[in-house]
């Protein structure tokens, strides 16, 4: 397998980022909610996204880099709302997702142990939640074997090349 390394993103990813996404977003009936030319961010955004990341407890960006090329990224993100936060401040919401030739080696799920570890050493996330299609077998049975339990079905959440896809909620307690 080629050698690559999992890190912390910085602000000077934002470009290599950003094109990143540009490239998995052009992928066809790739398994994450990105249709061709829907990242119009400029680096200044990525650049503000990142760095609420960086500077919060409850949140993690990672890459995974090869070759000075960013191959993969994973991220850990605390509710949006600030009303809610009190409510919620014990809950992150993951993702994760590689480039195509760097899918099957078992990154996904170092990865996913990354984000879990991560989580678990806040000391405050309890919660952990994501969605994932639900034709995405693969991720499915990944999420599963981590201990992810299903906690809903979104029937047609998304629409995409012509048709409405369906997406699976599903959480890892990690509390006490």
């Avoid at 690559?4 to 470009?15: K, N, P």
């Avoid at 990672?62 to 919620?88: F, N, Y």
């Avoid at 074997?145 to 299903?150: C, N, S, T």
């Avoid at 997406?167 to 307690?173: E, K, N, T, V």
Wanted: charged share 25%; glycine share 8%; net charge negative.
């Amino acid at each position: 397998m080629p050698d690559y390394l999992i890190r912390e993103a910085t602000l000077d990813d934002a470009q290599a980022l950003l094109d990143y996404l540009k490239t998995l977003a052009e992928e066809p009936n790739i398994p994450l909610p990105l249709v061709p030319g829907c990242v119009n961010l400029t680096i200044e955004d990525e650049r503000g996204y990142l760095t609420g990341h960086i500077e919060a407890d409850n949140a993690t960006y990672l890459v995974v880099e090869a070759d000075g090329q960013i191959v993969g990224s994973a991220h850990g993100t605390p509710h949006p709302s600030p009303i809610m936060a009190p409510m919620v401040s014990h809950v992150v919401e993951i993702g994760l997702s590689l480039l195509p030739e760097w899918r099957g080696k078992g990154i996904g799920t170092e990865l996913m142990h990354h984000l879990i570890d991560w989580a678990k050493q806040t000391g405050t996330i309890k919660r952990v939640e994501l969605e994932v299609f639900a034709y995405n077998e693969k991720a499915i049975h990944i999420y599963e074997r981590l201990g992810f339990e299903h906690e809903g079905r979104r029937r047609k959440a998304f629409f995409r090349d012509g048709e409405y896809l369906d997406s699976l909620r599903m959480a890892l307690w990690i509390g006490d």
